[in-house]
């Protein structure tokens, strides 16, 4: 089973700022990762998979890179509804398919 | 859109369904998993149910969870058995992106989950 950490845990960020949140695969699964928006009482939200593909709807601030064990999540300017928990998971190698731990995002 | 229910309190080696009633889109014709976060946790994969009627299941789940659907109702459902207080959880249904022949394993579709507590 692959494993996924994400750091940090707790990422504290103003509103208008830049927020770049990571996830490492314990072993490569290529491009094979999405990445997902938490917000308590909702279901998650896709917002990146292929590591850099945009799900439709997304807005253009987020951004996913990375491949083979490493890769970025990245929120250029950040909004108020962008605070929320985020979820990296990888389908290279299924099943199971595998979630990482999660960073917050809060308000510094 | 997808509305789960079936959850509550249930005491440790007992059962419960939950389902997931879908609207808009036809449980058979998509790839649909379950995947559960429990308190203070991360989300967790429990199962997937192809639109060929193929399941899998997570190593933990394997022998005591079952998915399975009913297409006429349009209801997606998992069966718990011999639940154990480690799988107190809020569980979601999620529908797979694929429009395809084959699973992508990501999910653009999901509930808002239904709280499922095992506890003497």
């Known amino acids: 089973e692959i494993v996924l950490t994400q750091s940090p845990a707790t990422l504290s960020v103003s509103p208008g700022e830049r927020a770049t949140l990571s996830c490492r695969a314990s072993q490569s699964i290529s491009s094979k990762l999405a990445w997902y928006q938490y917000k308590p009482g909702q279901g998650p939200r896709l917002l990146i998979y292929g590591s850099s593909t945009r799900a439709t709807g997304i807005p253009a601030r987020f951004s996913g890179s990375g491949s083979g064990t490493d890769f970025t999540l990245t929120i250029s300017s950040l909004q108020s509804e962008d605070f929320a928990i985020y979820y990296c998971q990888q389908y290279n190698d299924w099943p199971p398919i595998t979630f990482g731990p999660g960073t917050k995002v809060e308000v510094k | 859109h997808l509305v789960e229910s079936g959850g509550g309190l249930v005491r440790p080696g007992g059962s419960l369904r939950l389902s997931c009633a879908a609207s808009?889109?036809?449980?058979?014709?998509?790839?649909m998993s379950w995947v559960r976060q429990a308190p203070g946790k991360g989300l967790e994969w429990v199962s997937v149910?192809?639109?060929?009627?193929?399941?899998y299941y997570a190593e933990s789940m394997k022998g005591r969870f079952t998915i399975s659907r009913d297409e006429s109702k349009n209801i997606l459902y998992l069966q718990m058995t011999f639940l154990r207080p480690e799988d107190t959880a809020v569980y979601y249904c999620?529908?797979?992106?694929?429009?395809?022949?084959?699973?992508?394993?990501?999910?653009?579709?999901w509930g808002r989950g239904t709280l499922v507590t095992v506890s003497s």
């Open positions: 999620a529908r797979d992106l694929s429009g395809s022949h084959y699973p992508y394993w990501y999910f653009d579709l």
């Open positions: 149910l192809f639109t060929g009627g193929k399941t």
């Open positions: 808009g889109l036809s449980v058979g014709y998509h790839y």
